[in-house]
């Protein structure tokens, strides 16, 4: 796989690094960092990071924008990215956003029956938020990747035993197949990100945005082999202290076919992700070639 | 324990849709991931749902997967020693 097309997904930087930022931010407000971020930050990444052909072409190709605009909204994207990292730490420091939620019902529906659901995210906005805001009597199991560093996994940690998060490593031995299946066996939720292809190579090509892309089998052949619920959660920032959560049921057939219902699931998916992305263009954050 | 042997190539030819391969193209000790059928952790989780609904297994310890799931002959033992169904 070309070095553009995979990405590690870990966080940038160290562990004391980490914790000097969780220090600054218990003392500043994340606006000081956001600042600092736009203005020393982004320009090195944008020079170092190959993400900015991704992106800058992400613009041009599905949005249409012209060369200038396409610059400019990859600055924006990546300043916004830089921002998304500041806020996650911010509320490791112990900072509160103010969060709307649209479509809690959806939410609330399927944690109050018995059986469990899936909960899909993408790389867009700020997932994280969604952890610590729906929050039900059923334990909400992230799929994550196990190579995140151990200094933002403690402190992810240290919130999510409070709201009754568990998290799952994705781990070579495929353990985690037998921990998804556990959990959702024991009607608890299961949250995956559903963009981005891991673990297996078998995927399904859609139309997206106006082009080919691949999107990961894995989420959906886990939903459909159980034939559980399945949403979409995706939080969008909506100004510097603000996040939007949006709800949305997947609906599938589960009298059909296991391959159509695959088909269906992931159609309704990348529908949810087009409309997140028609009103948040800016808050694409896979920085890889998306399209074939 | 070959009749089951037999009973699990077909289910997982069936579960898995692999259209080409008969029961006989399995070899009972051949590697099913990586090597052999070339399966991967998606097809892990078919057969995981295959021993839970078919055999009424559910696996209490996710690190046993893997040497479990390693061929055929070793989910045959498994399902023989576990099956509640």
Partial sequence: MAVEKEWAGTTYGNGWMHKWLIRMLRLCNVRVFYVLVAVFVVPVCLVVNPGRRTTYRYFRERWGLTPFRAMWKTYRNFCLFGQVVVDKFAMYAGKKFDVEIEGYEVFRSRAAKPEGFMQLSAHIGNYEIAGYTLTSEKRLNALVFAGEKESVMNNRNRLFDTHNINMIGIRSDMSHMFEINNALGNGEIVSMSADRMFGSAKSVTRTFLGGQAEFPMGPFAVATSRGVDVIAVNVMKTAATKYKIYVTALDYDKTAARKEQTEQLCRAYAAELERMLRMYPEQWYNYYEYWK | ?85
């Fill in chain 2, 1 to 85: 324990m070959e009749e089951l042997v037999e009973e699990l190539k077909k289910e997982i030819i069936d579960v898995l849709n692999l259209e080409e391969v008969t029961p006989d193209d399995i070899d009972p000790a051949a590697p099913l991931f990586g090597e052999g059928l070339g399966l991967d952790s998606i097809d892990a989780l078919e057969l995981i749902v295959l021993l839970e609904k078919k055999y009424g297994i559910r696996l209490a310890t996710p690190s046993d997967g893997k040497a479990i799931f390693k061929s055929v002959n070793t989910i045959a033992e498994y399902v023989q020693k576990n099956r509640k169904k």
